[in-house]
């Protein structure tokens, strides 16, 4: 069993930015692959970003692809999501998960994820 906390979501202008953290507990967080969707309100969740375990293989969708950046300190149990420029429509509940490593280092399905943080709430003004 892994728990996820999420935590750095809030109000900004359009433009700013914001740093989520993904704090880990219950098993070794270098075995994990780490990933971030979000859910807009009336809207499926999506995938935003995805770290394999060492941190070198990283993969975005492309709305956020130069504005964010997703990482992770395994001294910490900590995975982060960096998010400069933003705009209104990144507006929704960012989510972190995560999984065990597996062949394939990355994933950007959300029903590739066994273990989800309860949410936080992200909401642009423009």
């Known amino acids: 069993q892994v728990d996820l906390v999420e935590s750095g979501g809030g109000l900004v202008q359009a433009g700013g930015s914001l740093s989520l953290s993904c704090v880990a507990s219950g098993r070794d967080f270098s075995m994990l692959t780490m990933g971030w969707f979000r859910q807009a309100p009336g809207k499926e969740r999506e995938f935003v970003a995805t770290?394999?375990?060492?941190?070198?293989?990283?993969a975005y969708t492309d709305s956020v692809k130069g504005r964010f950046t997703i990482s992770r300190d395994n001294a910490k149990d900590t995975g982060r999501l960096q998010m400069n420029a933003l705009k209104p429509e990144d507006t929704a509940v960012y989510y972190c998960a995560a999984r065990r490593s597996g062949p394939r280092p990355i994933a950007t399905s959300a029903n590739e994820y066994i273990y989800w943080g309860q949410g936080t709430q992200v909401t642009v003004s423009s």
């Open positions: 770290i394999d375990w060492s941190g070198g293989s990283t």
